[in-house]
């Protein structure tokens, strides 16, 4: 192994969302807890782009680059990972993925529209429908003890009364892998009730070895239908600060629109330091992606071993790419409640969370996700990020299990 991911960064002393006390506070109702939660890891980025960051620091004039058409590093880079083509006149660069697809509900769908999304749901897809006046509609995936899975008849069934779909492929926070057919079903579907999908596919370069990510839009260009998937460095890189990523087009005529409203809005050009991470990313990012998606499939498996053999009550959810994954604590959610409520003045409250995330930051200083986060009906589940190293990995798990036996 050419990169030591064993070794992962104590980050409390550099502006990070993920280490903050204060949003550490908001989650937990503490301000000491470890963080497990905000989807960035704890990795240093491979040095090539380190090395960017600093040539571009160290050149001491920030003024307007020059980066031409920066898509092609992604294009060629989605060829490689994806074994998918993508035409030259259907990729666009987006300033950030949220923004990306902000902007595609706004084009392809109208105000009052409803916008189906799979639940648990990351939460800023209710951001980016209630802030467009878009009506978001919730489809729960089925759950059977530890695995989340679509339903495909009564997915394609609640499709008949929608206008968009708002997919997340690789599922955040689930961590399911969707097959070819499953995709294939909902874009024919989506064609003939003529719909646009959207998919968002920030998590597709880090499918754990073993499984294999297809793109939407590549079978999109088999079924003809509407669509955009967008993918992302941010996730696959450990850049997601720098915000970029491209959008994908099944149509011409929907990039131009795409390319209309980025003018019309300025907002086309990166900044340095964002177009240059973006380039040596997808330049230079192979092996570290594929050293980086085997370390992150051993601690899923050291995850689910430490589970198995201590709290075999606690359910790991399918886990199968990136690095956040569902935990199942419903065994246990009716004691913590109690205890939480009974003892008001050991767990302050935490305006971003909820009985879980209170209770495991008190008394394991470990600050995860509360399910509520995710959705109504989610509350006995947390999102834990083992986008980290493993000794830190088990020492949590070892101070959630001390937690739950002392029930
Ligand atoms: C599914 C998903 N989409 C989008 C984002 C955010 O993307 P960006 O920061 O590029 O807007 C995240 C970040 O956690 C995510 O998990």
């Not at 969707?178 to 003529?194: M, V």
């Not at 409640?337 to 971003?352: G, I, L, M, W, Y």
């Amino acid at each position: 192994m050419k990169y030591d991911f064993d070794n992962a960064k104590n980050r409390s002393m550099d502006n990070s969302i993920k280490w903050n006390a204060e949003a550490i506070k908001s989650i937990t109702g503490v301000a000491d807890a470890e963080p497990f939660w905000v989807a960035d890891m704890d990795y240093e980025c491979m040095d090539e782009i380190v090395k960017a960051a600093g040539k571009v620091a160290e050149s001491k004039i920030y003024g307007y680059p020059a980066f031409g058409r920066i898509e092609e590093y992604a294009r060629q880079w989605i060829e490689r990972r994806h074994g998918w083509k993508v035409g030259e006149d259907k990729i666009s660069f987006a300033s950030g993925l949220l923004h990306g697809i902000a902007s595609g509900v706004r084009l392809f769908s109208k105000p009052g529209d409803r916008i189906l999304v799979p639940c648990p749901c990351y939460k800023p897809f209710r951001k980016v429908t209630a802030n467009n006046d878009r009506k978001l509609v919730e489809y729960p995936l089925s759950y059977d003890s530890g695995m989340f899975s679509l339903d495909l008849e009564r997915f394609l069934k609640e499709m008949e009364s929608i206008d968009m779909v708002l997919f997340c492929s690789p599922h955040n926070p689930s961590g399911i892998v969707f097959s070819e057919s499953e995709l294939a079903s909902i874009l024919k579907k989506a064609k003939e009730l003529d719909i646009t999908v959207i998919s968002d596919e920030i998590h597709g370069d880090l499918v754990h070895p073993g499984k294999r990510h297809v793109p939407m839009g590549k079978v999109a260009e088999d079924v003809g239908a509407k669509c955009i998937t967008y993918m992302a460095p941010s996730k696959t890189f450990n850049i997601a600060g720098e915000h970029s990523a491209v959008a994908i087009f099944s149509q011409k005529w929907m990039k131009d629109a795409f390319d209309k409203e980025e003018e019309a809005l300025f907002l086309t050009e990166p900044g340095h330091f964002v177009g240059e991470l973006f380039i040596k990313a997808y330049e230079k990012g192979d092996k570290y992606n594929s050293e980086l998606t085997s370390y992150l499939k051993g601690n899923r498996d050291a995850i689910t071993s430490f589970l198995d053999e201590h709290l075999p009550e606690v359910k790991l959810s399918n886990a199968e790419a990136s690095f956040v994954t569902f935990l199942d604590m419903s065994a246990y959610y009716g004691k913590i409640k109690k205890v939480v409520e009974e003892k008001s003045d050991e767990f302050p409250p935490a305006p971003e969370g909820g009985v879980l995330s209170r209770f495991f930051g008190v008394r394991a200083k470990v600050a995860m996700n509360d399910g509520t986060w995710f959705g109504k009906g989610y509350h006995s589940f947390l999102r834990f990020n083992y986008g980290t190293d493993r000794k830190r990995i088990i020492k949590a798990l070892e101070r959630i299990e001390k937690a739950i036996k002392a029930l």
